[in-house]
């Protein structure tokens, strides 16, 4: 059954260093997300992307953040300087289309910034 | 803004117990819902999608309903085994906007 990946599982990293995120969606899918949860909170959004552009992104989605499709099968989420309270497990979602769809996650990413 | 809320935040029952848990939201303009189950330190693996026309789906021991009229959803699970003891999650999808809202879980743990 196909399913979204990501890698690397777990990254450690020191605060004010630039980390990307990457994601392969299912490969017929055209929508794309990133979501965090930050430990014992909720899973909150992050930015939705479709047709090469970013289509939403939420309050916490700043400058720091950018993301990418470098091609056909990657979907990247950089941070450019990171903070103390980027620690959080990242989570990539794809679907086929956009609010009627079922979307489906893949087993994140766990950021721990020191 | 859409919030979602999941009641009871945890839940401990003893196998083979037929269990409900429960989703509110406050915007009932939702295009659908998504349960999802998540085991501790995982990703969330999809378990129910609702549409905003249907009333329930169910797979397997699992039966999801929803009232959007009334902000609610409710996840039936059918004579609980210890594996199904996670956080299960609701996630709603509003016309507006293309994202879930997620509520903060409810944790499950089924006793032997």
């Known amino acids: 059954e196909p399913e979204v990946t990501q890698t690397p599982s777990h990254q450690v990293t020191q605060m004010g260093q630039e980390v990307i995120l990457r994601c392969v969606p299912i490969s017929n899918h055209l929508y794309f997300y990133w979501y965090r949860q930050i430990l014992g909170q909720k899973v909150e959004f992050l930015v939705s992307f479709y047709n090469n552009e970013i289509s939403e992104k939420s309050e916490i989605f700043d400058d720091q953040f950018s993301v990418e499709r470098p091609d056909g099968s990657n979907f990247t989420l950089k941070i450019r300087s990171t903070k103390l309270e980027d620690s959080a497990m990242y989570f990539c979602?794809?679907?086929?289309?956009?609010?009627?769809?079922?979307?489906?996650f893949g087993p994140g990413t766990r950021l721990t910034v020191t | 803004k859409q919030e979602v809320t999941q009641i009871p935040a945890a839940l401990s029952v003893p196998e083979g117990e037929n269990l409900v848990l429960n989703c509110s939201f406050t915007?009932?303009?939702?295009?659908?819902l998504q349960w999802f189950r998540q085991d501790p330190g995982k990703g969330l693996t999809s378990l129910l999608l609702i549409q905003s026309s249907q009333r329930e789906q169910t797979s397997g021991r699992l039966n999801a309903s929803l009232d959007k009229s009334s902000g609610r959803s409710t996840l039936y699970i059918a004579a609980s085994q210890p594996g199904d003891s996670a956080t299960y999650l609701c996630?709603?999808?509003?016309?507006?906007?293309?994202?879930?809202?997620f509520g903060s879980g409810t944790k499950l743990n089924v006793k032997p």
């Open positions: 979602a794809s679907s086929e289309c956009a609010q009627g769809c079922e979307q489906y």
């Open positions: 915007d009932s303009a939702i295009y659908n």
């Open positions: 996630a709603v999808i509003t016309y507006n906007f293309n994202k879930f809202y």
